[in-house]
């Protein structure tokens, strides 16, 4: 009967980790499914090893809590590492609460509290979707058309995108024609004016780029 609660444990790990790692990935964060996925059942795993742990003799209750200290303060070096800090700007910060709440749901799940595990799971994922649509509707967020002239250059739509995805930003809208001996390239994008100016900055930087034009 053990083996079998373990293994609900797991799955059910996979299955909420998952949950909030498609969220993460469809905002294209660089903690996306399998990242949330893995963060889940390793912490889920941690704290099956300190309940077995509490079975034998040897073992008492502040080596079950030190285990689970010792995994949100694990997690906490992975949340810094996605923390990035440019240009005066700090992007990540949700990205790495995320990774510190996914764990704190396995320590949950591992510990047997399978209706808290469900309704915590739900809460992060409402707060994800829900605030985040709120943010983009009334927080500082403006639409932005960019204009590029460019020379002729491979891959450049691959070039922006990843640039954009860098920044956090998702294009409305984006085009591509050829005038002359150069290329010009309509873009379209809501985001809020820090995250423009970033984007700005990045552009800057592109090779070949002749022309900014912003509306």
Same mark, same amino acid.
């Given at each position: 009967m053990e083996i079998i609660e373990t293994i609900l444990k797991l799955?059910?790990?996979?299955?909420l980790g998952g949950l909030i790692g498609l969220e993460r990935e469809s905002s294209h964060k660089p903690a996306g499914f399998r990242t949330n996925i893995l963060i889940c059942l390793g912490a889920t795993m941690m704290m099956i090893l300190s309940t077995l742990l509490l079975g034998q003799k040897t073992a008492t209750a502040s080596d079950v809590t030190r285990i689970a200290a010792g995994v949100i303060t694990g997690i906490g070096f992975i949340g810094a590492g996605t923390i990035i800090h440019a240009r005066g700007m700090v992007t990540g910060l949700t990205t790495a609460a995320t /990774?510190?709440?996914?764990?704190?749901?396995?320590?949950?799940i591992? @510990?047997?509290?399978?209706?808290?595990a469900?309704?915590? @799971?739900? /809460?992060?994922?409402?707060t994800l979707i829900i605030f985040r649509q709120f943010e983009e509707?009334?927080?500082?967020?403006s639409q932005f058309t960019y204009t590029l002239k460019t020379r002729p250059?491979?891959? /450049?739509?691959s070039k922006l995108r990843q640039l954009a995805f860098h920044e956090g930003i998702k294009f409305n809208e /984006?085009?591509?024609?050829?005038e002359e001996q150069f290329q010009v390239l309509k873009l379209s994008f809501n985001t809020s004016e820090e995250k423009e100016h970033r984007f700005n900055q990045a552009l800057l930087q592109l090779d070949g780029l002749q022309e900014i034009q912003i509306g």
């Open positions: 799955f059910l790990a996979v299955g /990774i510190w709440a996914v764990s704190g749901l396995g320590l949950v591992g @510990a047997g509290y399978y209706l808290i469900l309704l915590y @799971a739900g /809460i992060v994922i409402l509707q009334f927080l500082k967020k250059l491979p891959q /450049i739509l /984006i085009s591509l024609k050829k």
